[in-house]
């Protein structure tokens, strides 16, 4: 039996409502920060209520950029961000449910060396591998090319992980009663594991949007080209540039625009997101 202690329930509402707060607070900062006049800025101060250039400042950004700092329109880069991210999560999606499905259900030699050859790549992340994977894009002729973007990084030991060990809690007597109707490897996959596997693919899609969508170093070393920057890329432009010129109202309309796409990811998978970590039977 549960006590009810407002006292207790109290603090803790306190707690949270602080601890949110925290977390919040630079947010709002930067999303002040971007409304308001270049001047400012240069006041040595910055205020907490919203300014009245919002509209002028978003749309400066969306529009042209900054320029000066060498970075294109941000609605271009979010364009190239959107794309790279998505290419990343879906592939890693596939290959890994296909990997997963092939080592749990196929009996062949050497079965559980190949996965643990697999799981020991976690130990060899991009920017261990980053000179050999760079050369052997710019042999493909893959350099400032989406393809160039995203395949390398499509590989993903976790997500094989993860799925693996969720088939493995899958009943054999499913396996049985499709081979008794007669069907084969590749729907067994798609009208059982892929369906029982919806809230796992939901939470692993948000956490490798997210990691695609952050994603610096890789496209920092094979992008010359603007036309490819990223919007992370683009950021650490406008900073470096705004430390001599102060934009900082355009940097952060920047910032804030980048932020919003793995917002609206996590707010439109939430119910999914949070049975996929949470749930342990199916």
Not at 51 to 71: D, K, P
Not at 97 to 123: E, G, H, N, Q
């Amino acid at each position: 039996m549960v006590e009810h202690r407002p006292l207790s329930q109290l603090a803790a509402h306190l707690i949270l409502i602080a601890g949110v707060a925290l977390v919040l607070f630079p947010v709002y900062i930067a999303i002040v920060a971007s409304t308001q006049a270049p001047g400012e800025f240069l006041r040595g101060t910055l205020p907490l209520v919203p300014g009245g250039h919002a509209l002028e400042n978003y749309r400066a950004m969306w529009e042209s950029g900054l320029s000066r700092a060498g970075a294109p329109p941000v609605g271009q880069m979010l364009f190239n961000s959107l794309v790279m991210a998505l290419a990343i999560t879906v592939g890693k999606l596939v290959i890994s449910l296909l990997s997963a499905f092939a080592i749990v259900y196929f009996r062949f030699p050497f079965r559980l060396f190949f996965f643990w050859l697999i799981f020991v790549t976690l130990m060899l992340p991009v920017e261990v591998r980053i000179i050999p994977t760079f050369q052997v894009v710019a042999d493909l002729g893959m350099l400032n090319s989406f393809a160039g973007l995203s395949i390398p990084l499509i590989a993903s030991a976790t997500a094989t992980f993860l799925f693996r060990q969720f088939f493995m809690t899958v009943p054999e007597e499913l396996l049985e009663a499709a081979r008794v109707d007669g069907a084969g490897p590749l729907r067994f996959f798609k009208d059982i594991l892929l369906p029982l596997s919806v809230t796992n693919i939901a939470a692993l899609f948000v956490i490798l949007f997210i990691y695609g969508w952050n994603q610096y170093l890789w496209p920092l070393l094979i992008t010359t080209d603007s036309d490819y920057y990223t919007v992370v890329m683009g950021i650490q432009r406008m900073t470096t540039a705004a430390d001599g010129d102060p934009q900082w109202h355009l940097v952060m309309a920047a910032v804030v625009m980048a932020a919003l796409p793995p917002v609206l990811v996590i707010l439109f998978m939430q119910r999914l997101f949070v049975k996929g970590l949470t749930e342990t039977e199916k």
